[in-house]
């Protein structure tokens, strides 16, 4: 980690820093880090919701358990597999746009 030695000090107005403290929280992260990543002009993205993990897991049980049934119904011919098929794209497809906008 670098040293870090030069500090500045910056006056906000109230609402001024009730804004910066509430991008910051959404963020989830410390308000210098916020400055840093700003002036190194990083994306500041919103902190996902602690339930996302679980949500895409649970995305990729669904696929992986759509995709086991997939594999008997075409060892037995029972089942229409191009429809099974695509019901697996969509999930990835799902959890695809789930990743993206927090990542």
């Not at 897991?57 to 029972?78: F, P």
Request: hydrophobic share 40%; glycine share 4%.
């Amino acid at each position: 980690m670098k040293k870090r030695i030069h500090e500045i000090k910056i006056r906000f107005s109230r609402d001024e820093f009730a804004t910066l403290n509430a991008q910051v929280k959404k963020a989830g992260i410390s308000r210098e880090q916020f400055c840093r990543n700003a002036i190194q002009g990083v994306a500041i993205r919103e902190n996902p919701p602690a339930d996302l993990h679980k949500l895409i897991w649970e995305i990729r049980r669904v696929g992986n358990n759509i995709d086991q049934i997939l594999m008997v119904a075409n060892t037995k011919g029972i089942l229409n597999i191009p429809d099974f098929r695509k019901a697996i794209d969509d999930l990835r497809e799902v959890e695809k746009l789930i990743v993206s906008q927090y990542i």
